[in-house]
């Protein structure tokens, strides 16, 4: 990751991204994964399922959510928040594109919110 201005970084470009796939990011100790939507939208989360854990970038991205692979658990790129009956969330960090370029910032949404 490099520096541009302020809590944003930049992560690479939208193309480092597979289409309806995620890349990883480090941030300390956590792993923050951004994925990519079919219609080429950017979004990014904890790589965390707040059912088990699981690496939800090694899950299925479609719809504007993504499956967990290890229980089958669909989060919300958006929100980060469990759907249907399941409950819980991950946290869900801003994003914003510049030309090409993803940056990412450090401090989830909630968090800018409060």
Request: hydrophobic fraction near 40%; proline fraction near 5%.
């Amino acid at each position: 990751m490099s520096a541009i201005a302020g809590n944003w970084v930049a992560v690479g470009t939208v193309d480092d991204i597979p289409r309806r796939g995620a890349r990883c990011v480090k941030n300390g100790d956590m792993t923050i994964a951004i994925f990519r939507t079919a219609d080429d939208r950017i979004f990014a989360l904890e790589d965390k399922c707040p059912h088990r854990n699981g690496p939800l970038s090694q899950g299925i991205v479609h719809d504007g959510c993504v499956t967990c692979p290890l229980h089958n658990w669909v989060i919300s790129l958006e929100t980060g928040q469990a759907q249907g009956a399941d409950e819980g969330a991950t946290a869900a960090f801003p994003v914003r594109i510049d030309g090409s370029q993803v940056l990412l910032a450090l401090t989830p949404a909630a968090e800018k919110a409060a």
